[in-house]
């Protein structure tokens, strides 16, 4: 069995009839043929679908056209950023879509109305140029770019060495995008084999990142915030100096 845009397509619509047949079963069984004898099956399918269409038409029509349209395809990685969410499309359903979040593990319902009201990355490898992602790094000001260069490129080197899933056969990008208060960010773009390791990829870089520090005499600065809330937890507290008094 091999599932196609139709397949899908007509299962949704077996759900629907399917849905139809048992609300008029359950009529007659509840005792609702006077109804069903004056507007007619038609008309109190009708009646059904138009008291409960705000619970699940709008949903079900999106799922239908998810599905006829084919940009997401089951095992398609994709990101919605308004939601914060990273992961594999499992599975569209009627109503729903099943994904699994990369970050946490876990399968995540969402409607299917929110996906196509949000907009929505669709990260895949079949790409002529590939699926690129990118760390950023904040360095001191004063180093040299030839040194934060050659930092960035044994970075990625060393990553790749710890990962699969960066492709070494592309070349890395290395950009200055920003001159931040209180360091230059430098962003690191490499190419992924394989979308469903993308957080292993990141993961990998900065922990290359990381052990190369003292080797290329580079100190990765923490955001400004972070730094900020180090001082303020470094400084005594008032009621601790009252009581040295």
Do not use: M
């Not at 876990?106 to 990260?123: A, G, S, W």
């Not at 044994?154 to 920003?178: F, S, V, Y």
């Amino acid at each position: 069995w091999v599932e196609t845009h139709t397949s899908k397509t007509l299962e949704l619509v077996a759900y629907a009839i399917i849905i139809l047949i048992t609300g008029v079963l359950l009529a007659n069984i509840w005792g609702f043929d006077d109804a069903l004898k004056t507007t007619g099956v038609i008309g109190f399918l009708a009646l059904c679908v138009f008291t409960t269409k705000d619970y699940w038409l709008g949903d079900f029509l999106s799922g239908l056209i998810i599905i006829s349209k084919g940009n997401i395809l089951r095992g398609d990685v994709i990101r919605i950023p308004k939601e914060n969410l990273l992961g594999i499309v499992l599975q569209t359903r009627a109503t729903q879509t099943i994904i699994r979040d990369l970050v946490l593990g876990h399968d995540i319902t969402v409607p299917n109305t929110l996906i196509l009201k949000q907009r929505v990355d669709i990260l895949r490898t079949d790409l002529h140029h590939g699926v690129r992602d990118y760390v950023e790094f904040d360095i001191d000001y004063g180093t040299p770019v030839k040194t934060a260069r050659a930092f960035l490129q044994e970075t990625l080197k060393n990553a790749g060495a710890e990962t699969r899933t960066i492709n070494p056969d592309q070349p890395c990008k290395i950009h200055l995008k920003h001159n931040r208060e209180h360091a230059a960010t430098w962003r690191l773009t490499y190419t992924l084999k394989n979308t469903h390791g993308l957080l292993d990829a990141r993961n990998a870089v900065n922990l290359a990142a990381y052990e190369l520090q003292k080797k290329h005499k580079i100190e990765l600065r923490a955001p400004l915030a972070a730094q900020f809330e180090n001082l303020l937890a470094s400084q005594p507290d008032d009621s601790a100096i009252s009581r040295a008094k």
